[in-house]
């Protein structure tokens, strides 16, 4: 008596190979009513890719996100010190321009 075990030409690991190359899309949309009035939408959507993919279609938000990515993390903050130190500098201009017209 032998066990036979079905031979697939396909293993997990090369249909996980195909999806990350191609890219697979769920998309979906779930609304909440009532007496015909759409009270609620919300949208699905799910991409499995590679990065490689992913960059190739233009995504590749990740990169741009502080809370992912260092880098942008460290040029986020670069960012907004400049822009602190700007508005410093124009409240400084507009505290002088008061200071000129009211005379104290």
């Known amino acids: 008596m032998s066990i036979e075990h079905p031979t697939q030409s396909n293993s997990i690991v090369d249909v996980l190979e195909t999806v990350l190359d191609k890219g697979v899309v769920i998309a979906g949309d779930i609304r909440v ?12 959507r799910l991409i499995v890719a590679s990065v490689d993919k992913a960059k190739e279609i233009g995504m590749d938000w990740w990169e741009t996100d502080p809370y ?8 986020n903050t670069k960012a907004l010190e400049k822009e602190n130190e700007q508005l410093q500098k124009r409240v400084e201009q507009l505290e002088k ?8």
């Open 33 to 44: 009513g009532l007496a015909d009035v759409e009270l609620l939408t919300i949208k699905i």
């Open 68 to 75: 992912l990515n260092s880098k942008a993390a460290e040029s």
């Open 97 to 104: 321009s008061m200071r000129e017209v009211y005379d104290y």
